[in-house]
């Protein structure tokens, strides 16, 4: 069954408004929610970054929606304690929560002092918090010394069904990784064939059959001029390469390292327009490509206007192949 999702970003509003938000989504249609994982925003202009973790529980308490978060556990986070984090949701809101991993960026993870790894460390620790994290739900005593270390850990609140855990890929190499191991992938939207080149890769590494997700990043506004100034304005960091986008430290690193982004660099990677029906041609393009869940991120600030105009013109048209 197809579900289209509003993405809650925590960089760019406080938690109580996006849980505000997340209920008018779900009055409006949306079928589906997911969160961002941050300590700092990317720039010091979206200037939030509330803790997901406190904010799942109540707006999953607020909604009937199903939640995931996008998490990189092994440095920031003891793949311990977000085993029984998610846990704990999983027994509080059955079928409704999955859990996304991936390497994570300097900008959140260098806080705790230690030393960033190299991009090949980060994937095995990856790996080892996914295996213990696994190993936790299955009940079992855990003991692991490796690129992170557990001691006799036991966790005793587990759900009867256990969540998915999707691997997050952005490129075709990391995606075929992540099918040899995820129960799903999850990536972001780019232009429609290197957004196939993820798909085919992922299958070919051991995906084939397995859900996939995306995160839809677009900008909707009044007039073209707005929703490309918003997107400009908001988003433009994540333009920059991901091997830039994990390593810079800090938000105004990010604020200088993007200053000469260009609106055609904005219109490449982010789906703007004023049109709900440009929109819907993107989205149904994703779907075909065998996506089960479209989660929509508005990368302006006029979250309102965009819930109530999909709610109103996109979703009834996608749900239609639900």
């Not at 939207?189 to 070919?204: G, I, T, Y």
């Not at 009044?222 to 986008?245: C, F, K, M, S, Y």
């Amino acid at each position: 069954m197809i579900k289209i999702g509003y993405h809650a970003s925590h960089e760019q509003f406080k938690p109580s408004t996006l849980l505000a938000n997340v209920q008018l989504a779900e009055q409006a249609g949306f079928t589906a929610g997911s969160s961002s994982d941050h300590f700092h925003p990317w720039t010091n202009q979206q200037g939030e970054s509330g803790f997901a973790w406190s904010w799942l529980g109540a707006a999953m308490q607020a909604t009937s929606l199903t939640f995931g978060v996008v998490n990189a556990p092994g440095q920031r986070y003891h793949p311990a304690i977000i085993a029984q984090a998610a846990a704990t949701l999983a027994d509080m809101f059955p079928d409704r929560f999955w859990l996304a991993v991936g390497t994570g960026q300097s900008l959140n993870e260098h806080i705790t002092g230690e030393k960033w790894p190299s991009k090949a460390d980060r994937n095995a620790r990856l790996k080892e918090c996914v295996d213990i994290i696994r190993a936790l739900w299955n009940g079992e005593c855990v003991s692991h010394k490796g690129l992170v270390t557990v001691e006799e850990a036991i966790l005793y609140s587990r759900p009867a069904v256990k969540p998915l855990i999707f691997g997050a890929a952005v490129t075709a190499k990391t995606a075929e990784w992540v099918g040899s191991w995820a129960d799903g992938l999850l990536t972001i939207s780019q232009p429609v064939e290197k957004l196939r080149e993820v798909v085919d890769a992922f299958r070919r590494g051991g995906g084939e059959g397995k859900p996939m997700h995306l995160k839809v990043q677009l900008s909707y506004a009044e007039t073209d001029e707005a929703a490309l100034r918003g997107a400009h304005e908001q988003w433009r960091v994540n333009i920059l390469p991901n091997n830039v986008l994990t390593e810079l430290r800090m938000p105004d690193q990010f604020d200088a390292a993007s200053q000469f982004v260009s609106e055609d660099e904005i219109v490449s990677m982010i789906n703007v327009s004023s049109d709900p029906a440009r929109h819907l041609a993107w989205l149904t393009d994703y779907l075909d490509l065998g996506f089960e869940l479209l989660t929509l991120h508005n990368v302006n600030r006029d979250q309102q206007r965009f819930i109530d105009s999909f709610g109103k013109s996109v979703l009834p048209e996608l749900l239609k192949t639900a």
